[in-house]
């Protein structure tokens, strides 16, 4: 993959992102710039759209249940758990090898 296919798959991926957050966010909001940095690296590393999805939805489910005030304005809030999941992830993926 050249540097522009590159480019454009991490756009797309981050715009992914960008849909499901504000989704469940529940209100409009630009990402930031180190937000796009988040979602960049997460598509490098192979992070499927799938488990972003599901660790999101459990960030803002568990936020709510906690009757915590205000709304996530940041991807990075979320980064933790989504590199949690992805590494519990790849380490299942290597104890079934």
């Known amino acids: 993959m050249n540097g522009i296919d590159l ?5 797309a991926y981050f715009q992914a992102v960008e849909e499901i957050f504000v989704e469940l966010r529940g209100a409009p909001l630009l990402l930031s710039p180190t937000d796009w940095q988040v979602a960049r ?3 490098r590393e192979g992070v499927p759209l799938a488990l972003v999805k599901r660790t999101l939805e459990e ?7 906690r009757g915590a005030q205000g ?12 590199e949690a999941a992805w590494a519990d ?4 993926g290597r104890a079934h090898v």
Do not use: G, M, T
């Open 71 to 82: 709304k996530i304005s940041s991807l990075r809030y979320c980064a933790p758990a989504v």
């Open 7 to 11: 480019e454009n798959s991490d756009q």
């Open 89 to 92: 992830l790849r380490e299942i």
């Open 59 to 65: 960030v803002f489910a568990k936020r709510k249940e």
């Open 41 to 43: 690296r997460w598509h």
